[in-house]
């Protein structure tokens, strides 16, 4: 079984602080991937990566970057937490090609204060 | 427009009704069609997937692509409590530009009562 997994179910930070998700896969996954899902806007994409030290832009990057220095883990970061980043942040993975399922993390539901 | 629209509902049935869940998209370069399913506190995922128009089927679960229409919908037969959940479609064009990003509708929560 593909297995993704998210370092926090919940986290609380106050605005401006430095803040890291982690994802990591265990199943070789060549692309990962960070979603953010809000009410009313569903699901959004923020940046995946097709490969180590590769990543492109999804449809919402502005305000976070992400790292992916080895093959199973990929990173979000918020360099400066803002309230309008609460958020519920999903990682996924996915095999590698176009029509490979993405299999998603459990999410980790951010609160900025 | 929006290219992928999903209504939100919610939608409440009684356990054994039929349900029909639909999106409507803009983008007709998209070929390859999806449904996930997503629980409460959970990551979505992966119920049902096709390339083509027609019909697919899974058991109690009936996906239709209709591309002239640019229409989809997921049909849940003999409806169960354990269906509960919000029921997103999502969409790729496969390599049209997309670079694996796929369009997700924001999702139908259904709830099932017994």
């Known amino acids: 079984d593909v297995k993704v997994t998210q370092s926090s179910r919940y986290l609380v930070k106050r605005t401006g602080e430095k803040v890291f998700l982690e994802c990591v896969q265990d199943m070789d996954h060549e692309n990962m991937f960070w979603y953010r899902q809000d009410p009313g806007l569903g699901l959004r994409l923020i940046y995946f990566s097709y490969d180590v030290k590769m990543k492109e832009k999804g449809d919402i990057p502005e305000g976070y970057s992400v790292s992916r220095e080895k093959k199973e883990r990929f990173s979000l970061i918020l360099e400066s937490a803002s309230t309008n980043q609460t958020s519920m942040y999903l990682c996924?993975?996915?095999?590698?090609?176009?029509?490979?399922?993405?299999?998603f993390g459990p999410g980790t539901r951010l609160t900025v204060l | 427009q929006k290219e992928v629209e999903q209504d939100p509902g919610p939608l409440s049935v009684p356990e054994g009704a039929i349900v029909s869940l639909n999106c409507t998209y803009s983008n007709s370069a998209f070929q390859y069609f999806m449904w996930y399913r997503q629980y409460s506190r959970k990551g979505p995922e992966l119920l049902m997937y096709?390339?083509?128009?027609g019909n697919k089927e899974d058991g109690r679960f009936t996906a239709q692509v209709d591309k002239s229409s640019k229409y989809i919908s997921l049909f849940i037969r003999d409806s169960q409590p354990s269906d509960s959940a919000t029921y997103l479609c999502?969409?790729?064009?496969?390599?049209?530009?997309?670079?694996?990003?796929?369009?997700f509708g924001k999702g139908t929560l259904l709830t099932v009562n017994p």
């Open positions: 096709t390339y083509s128009s």
């Open positions: 999502a969409m790729d064009d496969l390599g049209g530009g997309s670079n694996y990003k796929l369009t």
């Open positions: 996924a993975s996915s095999l590698g090609g176009a029509t490979d399922t993405q299999y």
